[in-house]
Each structure stands twice: as C-alpha cells, then as structure tokens.
C-alpha cells in the first residue's frame, strides 16, 4: 500500500475481533474472505490474517495465531495469494513472505529477503514460479513456488508495485510514488526486458479485462513541480502501447479492480487524508466515469470474480480497528462487518 499503519492492537481468533487470544481453530471457510492487515509499521507481530466467513457471517481474527501455537507473520501485510491448496503472504516491513496450508492455515515455508522490501506478487503456475517486486531495489525477483529459493531477477523503473501476467509477460507498475510514469513489460523465462510503456504518474494498481486489455490507475503526483494529476490508462498487450486514458485534475489512490459488467472500481483520494478516498467507477467501453458510486475513504478495494461483489476496506485512519464493506455487483450494501488495524488486501476462497 501506500502508506504504512500507525498502531496496532492483539486481537483473537474469535468472532469478536477485540477478544483474547485463545486458540481457536479456524475451520476453512467453503465460501469466505480473507483479510490481510497491515497492522501498525515497525510492529514484529502487527501483520493480521482474518477470514470473513460469508456462509455464516462469522469473522475470525487472528487466523495464523490460532493455527500456529500464537506464531506470527510479520510486519506490514502488502500482498496475499490464494493459489490450490496454499496461501502466500508478504510482508514487506518484516521482509518475509509466509506460505500457509489452505486447510490448517497452519505455516509450510518462511523465506527472509533481509534489505529487499518485497511488496507485490504474482503467480506463475505454468512455470512453478512467484514474481516479487522489491520496492526500493527498483527490481523483480523470481522464486520458485515450491521452495521460495530465487532464480532469477532483473531491473525495472522506481519503487515497482503491483504486477499482472498475461501470457509469458509481466507488466509491472513502476510508480516511483508519483516521480516515475512507466509500466514495465518483461518476457518471464528468463526474465528480460521487452518493452517500456509510457503512462501517467505514479502508476500503481494494474488489472485485466476480460477482453485482454489491461487498465493502470495512476496516482499523479500532487507535490510535483508542476503538481501531476491522477489518471486511468488503458493498455494494449499486443502492441505493447497505451491505447487510451482518462485523466483526472485531483490525484488517485492507486488501487483498481474489474467488476463483471464491464467497469473497473478506482479509488480517490480524499482531501485532507493519507488513507484513500471514495470509490470512483469507469465504463470501459465508453470510458464514462462515475464519481463518488460509494462515499467513504477507503484503503483497498477488490472485487470477488465468482459473485460480482465489491469489497472496500476501510483502515479508519490506523487509529482504530478497521472495517470491511461489501456491496454487489450493483452496489446494493450487504454488509459492513468489524475486522483488524489496517485491512489493507483481500484474497477470495472457493
């Protein structure tokens, strides 16, 4: 994310999140959510999985806690993947990533990057592979999936964040937090440099539509000499080139995610806050933008690809415990439900 948490409480694995810790197994969930927190920056224990489960709207905090004998993660939940029967964790303020059994939610592999801050991943499963991006070594790393030894690595633009694959190619937002105004393309076996593509500034958040295109939500740069504003750029994966944009006279967020009706769901930033904004939406084949479809300021939104629903984190400023909105595909409010400091990403489970 962005910015990095304040404070952190110990919570349970309870259904209320301001219990003690206590032990209690956590069932996996046939259909639920899971919630990494980023917990409060410089806390060893402040990184927080919880897992929402929707069948019987029950939130247990503290999953890793509970399985693992009071075991932590680490420092500064960024990035979760849900991939067959593991569950792959980062943090970036501990420089860990930890791979958990989907079933026991108990701890498989710990792997250290010590000066590395890993910050985003993605899965390669055709090629046993897990591309990391190290946000201040301007780089990406390839591991391999099974053991987290690396294989390989090569250089990107400033402060790398988030990645999407498509095909052997990974795109990889380089944001420079707002000084750089790249996306990366590299070729993954081995890992080289195909192309450059030129965006707005401080590219962030990348995902894929359904008809292969990729959107980048672009944060801007407010306190740049002259002050750069946020935008959303569509990319062609063929051509390697920005085919369109819309640009914005505030800055963004940075995050951005795909509904199933052909949207995508961006974050604004509210004035006055360092913790997002309301949730804006843009009509991809018409490139309308709705602002403000749901008020707030939020941290983090995703959408579920099996149900249409949105979810909103919202961090409440780190000074409290956070809370976790969802709506459905049409933005009818299901529920808004208690979790811990700083939800910051979401990972669906099926």
């Known amino acids: 994310m962005l910015c990095l948490a304040l404070s952190v409480l110990l919570l349970s694995c309870t259904k209320d999140p301001s219990g003690p810790d206590d032990g209690t197994t956590v069932v996996p969930a046939a ?61 970036s303020g501990s420089e860990n990533i930890v791979v958990l059994d989907r079933t026991t939610h108990q701890i498989l592999n710990t792997a250290y990057f010590p000066g590395w801050v890993p910050h985003a991943m993605v899965i390669d499963s055709l090629r046993n592979r897990l591309y990391v991006t190290r946000l201040y070594l301007n780089s990406v790393i390839a591991l391999d999936l099974s053991t987290l030894a690396v294989l390989d690595s090569i250089s990107v633009g400033a402060n790398p964040q988030e990645m999407v694959l498509t095909g052997d190619e990974l795109y990889v937002c380089n944001s420079g937090y707002g000084a750089d105004n790249t996306v990366s393309v590299l070729g993954v076996s081995p890992l080289q440099t ?42 062609n994966p063929t051509t390697h080139a920005a085919q369109d944009s819309v ?14 009706d052909g949207a995508a769901f961006f974050l604004g930033v509210t004035p006055g806050s360092y913790y997002g904004g309301p949730l804006h939406r843009v009509q991809l084949s018409t490139l309308t933008v709705t602002r403000d479809v749901v008020a707030g300021t939020f941290y983090a939104v995703s959408i579920d690809p099996a149900s249409g629903d949105t979810y909103l984190a919202d961090a409440k400023s780190f000074v409290t415990q956070g809370e976790v909105r969802s709506y459905t595909s049409s933005l009818v409010h299901r529920r808004t439900v208690g979790v811990q400091r700083g939800p910051a990403v979401f990972a669906f489970s099926r």
């Open 31 to 91: 259909k639920g959510v899971y919630v990494l927190h980023e917990g409060n920056y410089g806390d060893p224990s402040g990184a927080r999985l919880a897992l929402f489960d929707l069948l019987n709207d029950t939130v247990y905090t503290d999953v890793v806690e509970a399985a693992n004998q009071g075991a932590h993660l680490g420092s500064t939940g960024d990035d979760m993947v849900l991939f067959r029967d593991r569950l792959y964790v980062l943090m």
């Open 194 to 235: 195909r192309s450059t593509i030129r965006v707005g500034a401080g590219p962030t958040g990348i995902a894929r539509a359904s008809d292969g295109t990729l959107w980048v939500a672009c944060t801007g740069n407010p306190y740049g000499m002259p002050a750069l504003p946020g935008a959303i750029y569509k990319l």
């Open 247 to 260: 640009v914005f006279t505030e800055p963004l967020w940075g995050s951005i995610a795909i509904g199933t």
